[in-house]
Every structure is written in structure tokens, then in C-alpha cells.
């Protein structure tokens, strides 16, 4: 019936809107987001603040990545001298080594931000060996604010160094960092890492909403069934097994999704697509796969398990809400974005797999049966009839 599939939807919604929140906690007590946040770890579920500004501005990425971010609206300069002694800033944005400054933030006062970043890249395979420094410029005072605390991160053949610093006056500038760029030897090191960490993550993240979406949505439905039955929807040995298992395919959905998106963004950057597609497109499918994956596998373990929910329409649900959550996710606005994303597919997720649950009730065998079609017929007390071989009407 509709209503029931309204309230198992609102109750798979609730459950996974509860193990977001919780998550959400985890990460907060663990100082687990502050870890993530200064990692290359590419996770399906998370992105650091600087990632995501990133991403809003179409900033782009390579061999070697240097990015720039504060939280005011005075405008702060990074620039960078490559190995070959060239200077790329804001008043000459690329070098003849391939390296380039494509994102500048608050130098027009007529566009300014309380979440800046800058960024300079060298595409993949083009960043030349040697010594890079970075410095950062104070130029100009658009804020209230003086004292501008900046952070600079360095992505160097997958590898992420974050440093910190203030500045406190217009006009001073600041040696952030100098590094040295090798052969790159220990890029698949750092990128199986980061796999491996995202698949951590992401795996916790989905087991759970997984264990919620095995005890709510079973509950309900056994406390509807008790109403309507008077008997138990099943035995707890049986409920107990389902949400094991539940709780496996949930962990497995985590990992898989996770595998596939890492693979996604690997691939994009092989194929070097960034030099003819949006920087935000590339990464709004490599989060669509991400999310579909881990939506079918999720509502693989879903359907057979929670009762009244096939395989067939949990994976269709996941699949879909797959797709939701990843719009939901990239594009969820503000700078609290990363977190209300995530709840906001979480919520979608739940929402789906619970109006996919389809509760049938038995017929009872003391219902009145119902009335001939003919009723009209019994008081003529008519005798049953056959016919003979001859054609004639004889008496039973």
C-alpha cells in the first residue's frame, strides 16, 4: 500500500539520516576529517575545504600542484620560481616549463570571497625536475581583518605536504616552502595508499547506514505486521543473521565504490582529459560512478534481507539514488557543503531503499467469502442438472 511505502521511506530516510550525524561525530572526536583534510587521499565521501574550493573556481591539477587558501577577503599572492628560474604570479601566469597560475582569487574588488584560493599547476608529465619555491605576497587589504593566517598545500607525484603561516602587514612576503621534484618513483605508493584509506572511510561510512537501515526498517515492519497478523515477521536468530549480512554487503559497497572512483580520477588524469573537459565535470562523474557502485552493492545486501524488498528494486533504487547522491554531494552549497552533502545522500539513500519495500498481507480465513454472482437464483431451489449422451436433462 502507498501509506506503507511512504512510512518505510521516511523510516530508511530517519536511519540513515541518524548514521550520517553519527559519522559526522566520529570524524569530529577522531580529528579523523582534520586527517583527511591534509591528505591526497581522493575519497568518495569526503573532500578537504581546499579541494572544494577548487572545484568551485575550476582549478586544475598535475605532476606538481601548489594552492594557496585563507579565510578572509584580503587579497593574498602565491607565486612560484621553477627549476628553469622563472617566476609565475598573478602578472605572468605561465613559464615556459608548462607551469601555470589558473585560479586567482580576490584581486578584483568587485568579486570578493571569504573562502579564496589560488592554484598553479604543470600538467601530468610535463613538470621539469629541481628546486621549486613558493612564496606567498600580502598585497592588498579588502577585510577589516589585518593579520591574514594563510595555508598552502604542495601535490607533488601524489604526495601532500601542508604548510602555515601569517602575515601582518600589506606588501610582506613570505617564503612558504621550498622542494625538490625527482622521477616521481613514488606515485603508485601514494595512490594505493590513498585507496586504501578512502576505502576505510568510505567502507565506515556505509556500514553505518547499513546496520541502522538492518534494525529500523526490520522493526517496523515487524511492529506493522504484529498489528495486522498478531505473529512475529520473524525469528531473531533470522533477523540477527540478516543484518550480518547486511552489514557485509555494506562493507563491501564502501570498498567498491571507493576502488571505482580512485580508478575514475586515475584514469581522467591519464587520458589527460582536463585539457578538454571542465575540472568540475571530470570530478561530478568520477563521483557518479563512486555512488552508483556503492548504491547497487549497498541495495544488494538490502533486498532479500529486509523483508518485502527484492533484490531487483533495491538495486534499482540504489541505483538511482546513486546519481542523487552524487548531485546532492558536489553541489550542495555554502562552506558546511562537505558535511550536508554527505547527509543529504545518506538521507536520499535510506529514502529510497525504504520506498522500495512493498509489505503484503495475507487474506484471512475467517473473512466472509463473498456472495455468488448469482444469488438471485437461490430461492428458486433449481436442482443441479447434467447432460446425458442423448441430450436430455436427467437429476444428479
Given at each position: 500500500m502507498l501509506r506503507f511505502r511512504a512510512l518505510f521511506a521516511l523510516i530508511g530516510a530517519a536511519a540513515c539520516l541518524l548514521a550520517a550525524l553519527g559519522m559526522e561525530g566520529i570524524f569530529a572526536a577522531s580529528r579523523l576529517a582534520r586527517k583527511l583534510n591534509d591528505?591526497?587521499?581522493?575519497?568518495?565521501?569526503y573532500r578537504s575545504e581546499i579541494a572544494r574550493r577548487l572545484q568551485m573556481a575550476g582549478g586544475s591539477s598535475g605532476d606538481v600542484q601548489i594552492s594557496l587558501s585563507w579565510n578572509n577577503r584580503n587579497d593574498l599572492d602565491l607565486s612560484c620560481v621553477d627549476p628553469l628560474g622563472s617566476r609565475i604570479w598573478f602578472a605572468d601566469r605561465s613559464s615556459p616549463s608548462g607551469g601555470r597560475l589558473d585560479v586567482d582569487a580576490n584581486s578584483n574588488v568587485d568579486n570578493l570571497t571569504r573562502h579564496p584560493v589560488e592554484n598553479i599547476?604543470?600538467?601530468?608529465g610535463r613538470a621539469p625536475r629541481g628546486?621549486?619555491?613558493?612564496?606567498?605576497?600580502?598585497?592588498?587589504?579588502?577585510?577589516?581583518?589585518?593579520?591574514?593566517?594563510?595555508?598552502?598545500?604542495?601535490?607533488?607525484?601524489?604526495?601532500?605536504?601542508?604548510?602555515?603561516?601569517?602575515?601582518?602587514?600589506?606588501?610582506?612576503?613570505?617564503?612558504?616552502?621550498?622542494?625538490?621534484v625527482g622521477a616521481g618513483s613514488s606515485f603508485w605508493k601514494a595512490w594505493l595508499l590513498g585507496v586504501l584509506?578512502?576505502?576505510?572511510?568510505?567502507?565506515?561510512?556505509?556500514?553505518?547506514?547499513?546496520?541502522?537501515?538492518?534494525?529500523?526498517?526490520?522493526?517496523?515492519?515487524s511492529a506493522v505486521w504484529r498489528s495486522r497478523e498478531n505473529a512475529w515477521l520473524c525469528s531473531p536468530r533470522q533477523a540477527g543473521r540478516a543484518m550480518l549480512s547486511i552489514i557485509g554487503a555494506a562493507c563491501l559497497a564502501g570498498i567498491l565504490g571507493q576502488v571505482v572512483f580512485s580508478l575514475a580520477k586515475l584514469a581522467f588524469q591519464a587520458m589527460n582529459l582536463a585539457a578538454f573537459f571542465s575540472v568540475g565535470l571530470l570530478t561530478l562523474t568520477a563521483h557518479l560512478a563512486g555512488?552508483?557502485?556503492?548504491?547497487?552493492?549497498?541495495?544488494?545486501?538490502?533486498?532479500?534481507?529486509?523483508?518485502?524488498?527484492?533484490?531487483?528494486?533495491?538495486?534499482?533504487?540504489?541505483?538511482?539514488?546513486?546519481?542523487?547522491?552524487?548531485?546532492?554531494?558536489?553541489?550542495?552549497?555554502?562552506?558546511?557543503?562537505g558535511m550536508a552533502g554527505r547527509t543529504a545522500a545518506a538521507l536520499l539513500l535510506g529514502f529510497a531503499y525504504g520506498w522500495m519495500i512493498k509489505m503484503l498481507f495475507p487474506e484471512h480465513e475467517d473473512?466472509?467469502?463473498?456472495?455468488?454472482?448469482?444469488?438471485?437464483?437461490?430461492?428458486?431451489?433449481?436442482?443441479?442438472?447434467?447432460?446425458?449422451?442423448?441430450?436430455?436433462l436427467k437429476g444428479l
Open positions: 591528505s591526497a587521499a581522493p575519497v568518495l565521501i599547476y604543470w600538467p601530468y628546486t621549486y619555491t613558493v612564496y606567498v605576497t600580502y598585497y592588498a587589504q579588502h577585510d577589516t581583518m589585518l593579520p591574514t593566517r594563510w595555508r598552502v598545500q604542495t601535490l607533488v607525484h601524489g604526495e601532500l605536504h601542508v604548510y602555515r603561516g601569517t602575515l601582518t602587514q600589506v606588501k610582506q612576503r613570505e617564503k612558504a616552502v621550498t622542494f625538490q584509506m578512502g576505502a576505510a572511510v568510505t567502507a565506515l561510512w556505509s556500514m553505518a547506514l547499513g546496520l541502522l537501515l538492518s534494525v529500523m526498517l526490520p522493526a517496523v515492519e555512488f552508483i557502485v556503492l548504491g547497487i552493492v549497498l541495495g544488494s545486501g538490502l533486498g532479500g534481507n529486509i523483508p518485502f524488498l527484492a533484490k531487483s528494486d533495491a538495486r534499482l533504487a540504489g541505483f538511482f539514488a546513486g546519481i542523487g547522491a552524487a548531485l546532492l554531494y558536489i553541489y550542495w552549497p555554502g562552506s558546511l557543503s473473512e466472509e467469502p463473498p456472495p455468488p454472482a448469482a444469488d438471485w437464483l437461490e430461492p428458486m431451489h433449481i436442482a443441479p442438472q447434467r447432460a446425458s449422451a442423448a441430450g436430455r
